[in-house]
């Protein structure tokens, strides 16, 4: 049996490391709608029969304490109530892990707290775990899904969504695990995509006692950057749209053509043509290849198609062509649905990109202070500096010295689709290259953290690549047993029955030459 290790933990002592038998219940879950804790209100607590749902997703959960609770309540500044709000589901069967889910967005949200992770992933709770969601510090106008940020006017909940919830949610969770188990969790794990894996970054850094291991996904950790690349984007391809319309500035035709003039160039990288791009630093494309030497047809862009995907893709820059945030890579998933949906939009709804990030930027990261930006007329002089001037320091997570994490043995896993429009994978492969370089090279920083890239997909999922991979067992091995992942099986609805390595970068796969290329065993990871 490991040595205990004991840490002090928001006035909890998390004893991590132990080995132990499943604990005795201490409280019912009943008993737990009496509980007193000083700025922790619980709302209810009910016991919930094996073989429920949640909606938007089948699994049939095990039999579990479903408490849903509130920390730091108050009114803010705007007079509006406001506080964080959790779901914890605690199964009978613990196995004494605790897992804290990622939200997204502008938060506002309570997601069901069972911990699910892809198609291929099992969720947490039916592996035992207790896990909990929380709202980012506010809640949502349902009426708004992807543009309320009037959380802003009010310092607390802004700063609650910046950084503060998961500190605050995990101190009073934890109080709720011992009360109710008799004991606090042998080890906590964060898992989050998209914002949610910004705050699983954002806690490593700013409070690195709290959890053994992060998962990571798409992290939006140069928030404030990638805002100001939307804004470019948006008005690269409006700009050439016929009638303004965004939509239209490229058909699905022509992303279509792109897609397959990348693949035609770099698919071949890895040993095997399979419509992957596994080797992405090596592909080297421009899509001037594409341009008509006469009228537009469907084999062919216009000038001014290939001057605006140039241009996006390049990243935003100032007028003295400095870079305001990163370029991205050319890839196949750029034909997906999700990159149109969030960059270009659709007859069924406008670009996300355009419904969420004005809000965000006017709302939450400029804290309601006029003057409005415009993201169709940014001034990327003004506004860029004004933005990052505004909340950079405290929304950003992109802190490099992550020294007092690995030294506590903390571990992370990134991970990031190839063709995510929102936030670049080009970026979070430059952030993990300076992370190496303040950690003292490659072998020490892959003794703590890995990167993993899914070509192919779109942002947290989705696109004509593997998505699905059991992140959670990785990090488990890694954390517990001291086995780090030299590889993670990957699959996905796009290609049924096919298996992939997903490698540590900066390794890649690589096809044996021999077997089936259908088969992860046929590839190996290397340089």
Not at 234 to 258: H, R
Request: glycine share 12%; proline share 7%; hydrophobic share 40%.
């Amino acid at each position: 049996m490991r040595n205990k290790v004991i840490v002090l933990l928001g006035g909890v002592c998390l004893l991590s490391g132990v080995a132990a038998a499943q604990p005795a219940q201490r409280l019912s879950c009943e008993a737990l709608k009496k509980l007193e804790e000083p700025g922790l209100l619980i709302l209810s607590a009910e016991d919930v029969a094996a073989g429920s749902q949640v909606k938007g997703n089948d699994a049939k959960l095990p039999a579990h304490c479903l408490v849903r609770g509130e920390v730091n309540k108050h009114q803010g500044a705007d007079g509006k109530s406001y506080g964080d709000t959790f779901e914890l589901r605690m199964p009978v069967g613990w196995n004494e892990r605790f897992l804290f889910q990622g939200g997204g967005g502008l938060d506002g949200i309570v997601q069901p707290a069972i911990g699910a992770g892809g198609t291929f992933d099992r969720p947490a709770l039916l592996r035992g775990y207790a896990v909990v969601s929380d709202d980012g510090g506010h809640a949502a106008d349902p009426k708004a899904p992807f543009g309320d940020a009037s959380f802003g006017s009010d310092p607390e909940s802004l700063a609650d969504y910046e950084y503060r919830s998961t500190q605050r949610v995990a101190d009073g969770v934890r109080k709720i695990l011992i009360e109710y188990y008799g004991k606090a969790p042998n080890h906590s794990y964060f898992r989050g995509c998209s914002n949610g894996g910004r705050e699983g970054l954002m806690a490593l850094q700013r409070y690195p006692q709290y959890f053994d291991g992060v998962i990571a996904g798409a992290p939006a950790f140069h928030l404030t950057r990638a805002m100001i690349a939307e804004a470019w984007n948006t008005i690269q391809f409006k700009s050439i749209a016929p009638n303004g319309d965004l939509k239209d500035a490229l058909s699905e035709a022509d992303l279509q053509l792109v897609a397959r003039g990348v693949l035609a160039k770099c698919d071949a990288l890895d040993g095997v043509k399979d419509d992957l791009i596994s080797n992405p630093e090596a592909c080297h494309y421009d899509p001037a290849e594409l341009q008509c030497a006469g009228p537009k047809t469907e084999s062919c862009l216009t000038a001014l198609q290939v001057k605006a995907l140039k241009t996006a893709i390049s990243g935003p820059v100032d007028s003295q062509g400095n870079a305001l945030y990163s370029d991205w890579p050319y890839d196949s998933g750029m034909a997906g649905p999700g990159w149109r949906a969030w960059i270009l939009g659709s007859d069924a709804m406008p670009a996300i990109n355009t419904l969420i990030f004005p809000p965000a930027i006017n709302g939450m990261a400029l804290a309601g202070k006029p003057p409005a930006i415009d993201i169709f007329h940014f001034d990327f002089d003004k506004d860029a500096t004004r933005l990052n001037n505004a909340a950079a320091a405290s929304l950003n997570s992109d802190a490099t010295d992550l020294s007092a994490f690995r030294k506590r043995g903390g571990k992370l896993l990134l991970y990031t689709g190839m063709s995510d429009p929102v936030f670049s994978p080009n970026d979070l492969i430059r952030y993990y290259k300076d992370v190496t370089q303040a950690s003292g090279g490659e072998k020490p920083t892959f003794e703590f953290a890995r990167l993993f890239l899914l070509p192919g997909v779109n942002h947290c999922g989705g696109g004509p690549g593997l998505d699905s991979f059991d992140s959670l067992s990785a990090i488990e091995a890694w954390v517990e047993d001291d086995s780090p992942p030299q590889h993670i099986i990957v699959r996905g609805s796009a290609y049924p029955g096919r298996t992939r390595p997903l490698c540590p970068y900066p390794l890649t796969p690589h096809y044996n030459g021999w077997g089936n290329s259908e088969n992860a065993a046929s590839f190996i990871c290397g340089k």
